[in-house]
């Protein structure tokens, strides 16, 4: 399954070829030396990095790897205790105070689908009844991926691979955002009643939701960020779609607030700028915003 899934996507890179591309080259303005930028995914493995024509030159020619955050500070054991904390329910709540018996009931018949097991297992139930619906809809989306995925692992990603490798090399490791700031804002940027209503559109459309991020992850190999824009922009026209103010809080409104910091890491090091490819495109995104602040952005062949 895992072979040919893989060939699946080296299909879709053959195909979309010369127009598909995750690196781009930042120079002009004020540099002295020209920066990078890459599109990640946080599901990819490290392999994929050698796909990705001029990526290694890159790694090698840069002086310093900046990313949405500085992964060791997210490793500390105050900040991972503070994240865990964001991700649980009030104390003394469960899911079981959130949604009702039918909606659980629908929760399990998921779980048990994609693991298993579910909630009525006293195990489970205890590592994660307690934890928000946003964090139970992102564990979801993880055991969808690793579904169709065999030898999904974890702990050999993408998007950590770069700050991984800049460390070894004795560069410095430089973020967009704190860790506190991406708690607010990924774990706490909505009420619980939201995070109900968007945990119940996964459940009650596992297919749609499943495919979409089947979609999402084969144009993220077939380097197509035009592609992906355009499977994050599809609407179902209900209550399960985003609203424009929670789309500027994901994606907006954080690459704008980037685009303060970029120019003066760019300007004090050439840098690999590694942030999620979902930041990348449109008239919003960070190569547009590049492009509006007078660099030279160019996709590496």
Known sequence: ???????????VVAITGAKAQLLYKISGKDLKQPSYIVGTYHLAPVSFVDSIPGLRAAMTG??????DLDMSDMMSPLKMQK????????????LKDYLTVEEMDKLNQLMKSLIGMDLTNPILEQ???KMTPSAINTQLAVLMYMKHTPGFDPTNLFDGYFQKAAKEANKPVVGLETMDFQIKTLYQGKSLERQKTMLMCMVNNTAYHEQNLIALTRAFFAKDLAKMWEITKEKENNSCDSTPEEDAQLIDNRNIDWLTKLPAIMADKSTLIAVGAGHLPGD???LSLLRQAGYTVEAVK
């Open 1 to 11: 399954m895992k072979k040919i899934m893989m060939i699946a996507l080296l299909m």
């Open 62 to 67: 840069t002086q310093q790897v900046c990313g």
């Open 83 to 94: 994240r865990m904390k964001a991700m649980m329910l009030p104390e003394g709540k469960t």
């Open 127 to 129: 590592q994660m009844g």
């Open 284 to 286: 919003k995104g960070v």
